[in-house]
């Protein structure tokens, strides 16, 4: 059953089983991560509410066939204690629905540039340009996700 308000609309139309591990085998702070298409391009993708954009890893963005030159901007943010020059753009992003129905978001996205210093790590779902734009509910006691578009 999905989330509803009282009025009988439903707050969520999908959900989706998430995981809660670190995402390297560095780290031991847990993290949500989510299997999640990017430009039809199934990856994980770890939610940060503190990421500004989606952060798309360079190797998924290639494969999702990126292309800087036609980029909304380039900036420089810092990443995980990095500097890092990359490109704003908009990708397709799915939240695959375990229940319920898919949810595909036109999200903003920073791509950075150098692949190599990104190296394996995962994309990162930020608030800014995919967050804000759904209605969205964790349930830890099930590791799950409920997500809905707003009105």
Same mark, same amino acid.
């Given at each position: 059953m999905l989330l509803q308000f009282p009025n009988g609309d439903f707050f969520a139309t999908g959900a989706i089983r998430y995981d809660y591990r670190p995402v390297s085998a560095v780290e031991t702070t847990n993290r949500l991560i989510l299997p999640v298409e990017i430009e039809g391009v199934l990856t994980e993708a770890v939610v940060d509410t503190g990421a500004p954009y989606v +952060?798309?890893?360079? *190797?998924?963005?290639? @494969?999702? *066939?990126?292309? &800087?030159?036609? #980029? @909304?901007? &380039?900036m420089r943010m810092l990443i995980r204690g990095m500097q890092l020059e990359g490109s704003l753009t908009r990708l397709s992003i799915k939240l695959l629905a375990r229940e319920g129905d898919d949810l595909t978001v036109d999200a903003t996205v920073f791509v950075p540039d150098v692949e190599d210093y990104? *190296?394996?790590?995962? #994309?990162? +779902? *930020? @608030?800014?340009?995919? @967050?804000?734009? +759904? &209605? #969205?509910?964790?349930d830890p006691l099930t590791d799950i996700l409920y997500f809905g578009s707003l009105p």
């Open positions: +952060i798309c890893a360079p *190797g998924i963005a290639r @494969l999702a *066939g990126f292309n &800087r030159a036609y #980029s @909304l901007e &380039r990104w *190296g394996n790590f995962p #994309s990162f +779902i *930020g @608030l800014t340009g995919f @967050l804000e734009r +759904i &209605r #969205s509910a964790v």
